[in-house]
């Protein structure tokens, strides 16, 4: 059961000071010994995380974290961290023990307020003390219902799992899809998937497994093919798929086998719709027609390993991003759950398809790049971009393509005569 990936379980934050009973809480919802719990102020000192299922919403994923009034350079930085976790957190506990409602805790309110992330007070040690009548009447004014327990005696467990369900975010509860809306019942997608050295041995990877799930729950057929066989597989069939989904680093041969009336996308494009903004990324893309030779722009991949290749972000990309501007590009890449410091000092952030990381994750990486006024895109949408089929990439999605072209007709209005023309706004 715990086998579904990270990125899309629901992830439930735990936030409070230190020894409010954080870890002592987790330990009791998950019924395992899972954080360490001690007398002692400051036990947890990074985020511990436990994946689970809990029913009815399905597979969550819980962070116990180190607590807010945490003193000291350490602390500070275990503070840091903490709030770093706000970035993935799409459900809040916030664990308020005998010290009630203070600044601190009202701060953290403030900044989930701020974020849209909705949050479970849980006044816990009721077995030492009953919550006092003030911070009650002030949850129950902010418009928060709390949970009374005791995780020393797994008290009122029941009320938090039933209280997480009734607070899960629409947006996971309706998480849009991957491909089943463009995929009706009974028709088929055929999905090219390269079989080359970089591929993972004896598996597919995660983006093309869960696109062949989401067609079987959604009783479509899934047709799986290598590039080369992707001609073959298409005149064979005797209806017209209703759509072709490419890695996107075979994007130049598959556009070139698939008939222009079939719509055609990458698996890369699919993910920027189900786990960021397509609309953002599809703008962002636009911004590679501003780059010059020796402009710095970022290449962030969110885990350590690409499975689709290595060098897809380190080479592959910028080698073709510098032919379409005419030059070599200064490219950085960052990798992992630390993400850019300061987008500011970039052009252009290129992020890669997020399986990894759930969907808050991804809009909190948009919202850092919205903030620093630095456009992004994703790796498929700017292959798409490079290679000079993107609108045909965007066709399965018309308010993207839409936005897209409006965006690019607006700034091909501003560019000043003679300058250089936006190749794909007249494609
Ligand atoms: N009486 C009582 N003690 C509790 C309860 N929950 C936790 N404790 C105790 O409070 C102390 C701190 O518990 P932890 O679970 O380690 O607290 P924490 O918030 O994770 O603390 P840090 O990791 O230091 O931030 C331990 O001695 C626990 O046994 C409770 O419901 N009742
Ligand atoms: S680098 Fe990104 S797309 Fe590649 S496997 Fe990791 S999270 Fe998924
Ligand atoms: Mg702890």
Not at 2 to 15: D, E, K, S, T
Not at 197 to 221: C, V
Not at 391 to 409: D, G, T, V
Request: aromatic share 4%; charged share 25%.
């Amino acid at each position: 059961m715990n086998a579904a990936p990270r990125g899309v379980r629901l992830h439930i934050g735990i936030f409070g000071r230190r020894n409010v009973g954080k870890s002592s809480l987790l330990n009791a919802l998950t019924r395992q010994q899972v954080s360490i719990v001690s007398p002692e102020p400051g036990t947890t000192t990074d985020p511990v995380e436990k994946p689970m299922e809990l029913l009815p919403l399905g597979p969550v994923l819980f962070i116990d974290t180190a607590g807010l009034d945490d003193v000291g350079a350490l602390g500070a930085l275990r503070v840091e961290r903490t709030m770093k976790v706000l970035d993935r957190t799409e459900l809040a506990i916030l664990v308020l023990a005998e010290e009630g409602l203070g600044s601190l805790e009202i701060a953290l309110l403030d900044a989930f307020e701020q974020r849209k992330i909705p949050v479970l007070p849980v006044l816990n040690k009721s077995d030492v003390a009953k919550p006092a009548d003030a911070t009650l009447d002030r949850l129950l004014h902010r418009g928060l219902k709390p949970v009374i327990a005791s995780a020393a005696r797994g008290e009122g467990m029941a009320e938090i799992r039933e209280a997480l369900v009734d607070l899960a975010p629409d947006e996971y509860l309706n998480a849009p899809t991957i491909l089943s809306d463009l995929v009706p019942p009974g028709e088929c997608a055929v999905l090219v998937v390269p079989v080359d050295k970089e591929a993972p041995k004896g598996r597919l990877i995660l983006p093309q497994s869960q696109a062949i799930r989401d067609l079987l729950d959604h009783d479509a057929y899934a047709l799986v093919v290598k590039e080369r066989e992707l001609r073959e597989a298409l005149d064979r069939l005797k209806r017209k798929p209703a759509l072709v989904v490419t890695d996107s680093q075979a994007f130049l041969k598959v556009a070139a086998d698939t008939p222009p009336d079939v719509p055609l996308t990458s698996f890369s494009i699919l993910f920027a719709r189900q786990k960021g903004d397509l609309l953002q990324f599809a703008r962002g893309a636009l911004a590679i027609d501003s780059l010059k030779p020796g402009d710095r722009i970022a290449m962030a991949e969110a885990c350590s390993h690409h499975p689709i290749g290595e060098d897809i972000g380190r080479v592959k990309i910028p080698r073709w991003l510098g032919q379409y501007v005419g030059g070599a590009l200064n490219v950085d890449q960052v990798q992992g759950r630390d993400f850019l410091a300061d987008p500011k000092d970039y052009k252009l952030v290129i992020h890669c398809g997020s399986c990894m990381l759930n969907r808050r994750e991804v809009l909190s990486r948009i919202f850092a790049c919205n903030k620093a006024g630095v456009p992004i895109t994703n790796y498929g949408m700017a292959i798409a971009y490079s290679l000079g089929i993107f609108e045909r990439a965007l066709q399965p999605f018309p308010a993207a393509l839409e936005a897209y072209r409006q965006s690019a007709a607006s700034r091909k209005r501003m560019q000043p005569l003679g300058s250089k023309a936006t190749p794909h706004a007249e494609s």
